[in-house]
T-cell receptor, first 115, second 109 residues
Framework: DTAVSQTPKYLVTQMGNDKSIKCEQNLGHDTMYWYKQDSKKFLKIMFSYNNKELIINETVPNRFSPKSPDKAHLNLHINSLELGDSAVYFC??????????????FGPGTRLLVL | SQQGEEDPQALSIQEGENATMNCSYK?????LQWYRQNSGRGLVHLIL?????REKHSGRLRVTLDTSKKSSSLLITASRAADTASYFCATDWNNDMRFGAGTRLTVKP
């Protein structure tokens, strides 16, 4: 039973296309995140949702739009893909109200390659 | 994607004291990173140490890496109340990142 799952694991696509990455968590957590791993391997927060509401929106292009149909899902839609969008994207979830406060559980990552 | 174990799970100290957190992992690594998370926020990158490095400093932070023991430690010197946060280690092996469960640090004024 995977706690945080992402699909697809690998995504290769042409510049200009629109694509979505899905994330699901079965931990009952209220908060979910999207991170982008940059060329230096650092993770940078992109978005955070709490109970389907956006609470963190860092400076990312408008082409990136998160969508949370329910608190167990946070999908990332990217319009008009550019070469520079190639990266690994990680989804995570946490439950600040739990005993292990703010422990983040990460998905396996989605490797996006834009050609 | 969890693989590391942080030790301790929770740490409470007085302002001015040093805080040491440990991370153990199971696989080979290219690098190991430490992150901080403030309440309600996402992760913030602190420091990266490569597999061929043994020690790295950044301000009040000191990170050590022992690949033979598959462990790393994060030392925060002269702690401040603002250092209160959760700290995570993450290992990177051939673009596969794995995270520990985190240490919750509380620094009392």
């Amino acid at each position: 039973d995977t706690a945080v799952s992402q699909t697809p694991k690998y995504l290769v696509t042409q510049m200009g296309n629109d694509k979505s990455i899905k994330c699901e968590q079965n931990l009952g957590h209220d908060t979910m995140y999207w991170y982008k791993q940059d060329s230096k391997k650092f993770l940078k927060i992109m978005f955070s949702y709490n109970n389907k509401e956006l609470i963190i929106n860092e400076t990312v292009p408008n082409r990136f739009s998160p969508k949370s149909p329910d608190k167990a899902h946070l999908n990332l839609h990217i319009n008009s893909l550019e070469l520079g969008d190639s990266a690994v994207y990680f989804c995570a979830s946490s439950d600040p109200s739990g005993n292990l406060q703010e422990t983040q559980y990460f998905g396996p990552g989605t490797r996006l390659l834009v050609l | 994607s969890q693989q590391g174990e942080e030790d301790p799970q929770a740490l409470s100290i007085q302002e001015g004291e040093n805080a040491t957190m440990n991370c153990s992992y199971k696989t080979s690594i290219n690098n190991l990173q430490w992150y901080r998370q403030n309440s309600g926020r996402g992760l913030v990158h602190l420091i990266l140490i490569r597999s061929n490095e043994r020690e790295k400093h950044s301000g009040r932070l000191r990170v050590t890496l022992d690949t033979s023991k598959k462990s790393s430690s994060l030392l925060i010197t002269a702690s401040r109340a603002a250092d209160t946060a959760s700290y995570f280690c993450a290992t990177d092996w051939n673009n596969d990142m794995r995270f520990g469960a985190g240490t919750r640090l509380t620094v009392k004024p």
